[in-house]
């Protein structure tokens, strides 16, 4: 993994990562976990929705706490076969980081163990019986054009869209909606008037929904069937 742009992290309150490349925090820093399930799982109608050989599809690994809080929900589910998990990522984090941030997050980093280890060795493809995982190093301006799947559901992780518009740009939101299923699905915490325009010029239909915590919105956008 030498040749990629590693994270530079700093440690807000000695638990939160913050990116200093974006000076912004990985997740809320009240209760990601509770985040990550309102705004990503219950924005994508999920687990009702999940299916076997359900996809989705990430903007932004980050830590790995969204891809972990679906993994804890799939398995809860009870759905045949591994849950498939497509992760975009331009910066990523030195696995001693990633360790450190679940720590936060005992459920998670519970089931963390095996994912934190492929990340140490710099795989691109995790696969056990109930995950099959990919990472996409890269900018996803130029990746996510690449790639050749289609997702269930997106959950759309950039950083603050002020902080890192280029992962929210009408561009990207039209390779999204190219790579959604009929009737698929996207959520995010922002609901950013220029990211909730670009999603709906994408041709998704745009929900404004209560956010957590104190944020009083975000957003979740559907393709039609
Ligand atoms: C808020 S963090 C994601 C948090 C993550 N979902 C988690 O569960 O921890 C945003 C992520 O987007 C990544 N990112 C920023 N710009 C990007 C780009 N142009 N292409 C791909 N990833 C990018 C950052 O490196 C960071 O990991």
């Known amino acids: 993994m030498s040749q990629r742009q590693r994270a530079d ?27 990550t399930r309102h705004v990503f799982l219950t924005g994508n109608d999920l687990p009702a929705r999940f299916t076997p050989g359900f996809r989705i599809a990430e903007l932004g690994i980050g830590t790995g706490l969204n891809l972990l809080a679906a993994l804890i929900a799939w398995r809860a589910a009870g759905v045949a076969g591994p849950l498939r998990y497509t992760g975009f990522e331009a910066f990523p984090m030195d696995w001693g980081d990633m360790d450190r ?16 280890h492929a990340w140490r060795a710099g795989a691109t493809r995790f696969q056990s019986d109930d995950l099959d995982a990919e990472f ?5 301006r130029e990746t996510l054009p690449r790639w050749a799947g289609r997702a269930e559901a997106w959950f759309l992780d ?32 922002t609901a950013a008037g220029f990211v909730r325009r670009g999603l709906a010029e994408a041709g998704f239909e745009v929900e404004r929904r209560p956010g957590f915590g104190r944020k009083r919105h975000m957003t979740v956008a559907r393709l039609s069937a």
């Open 101 to 116: 941030a679940l720590r936060a997050f005992p459920e998670a980093h519970a089931v963390a163990g095996p994912l934190v």
């Open 158 to 189: 950039g950083f603050a869209p002020a902080k890192n518009p280029e992962l929210w740009s009408p561009e990207l939101m039209a390779q999204v909606a190219a790579h959604t299923v009929p009737g698929g699905t996207a959520a995010t915490y």
């Open 9 to 35: 992290i700093e440690w807000k309150d000695g638990a939160v990562p913050v990116a200093t490349r974006f000076d912004d925090p990985y997740f809320s820093i009240a209760d990601g976990l509770a985040e």
């Open 136 to 140: 996409i190093f890269g900018d996803a």
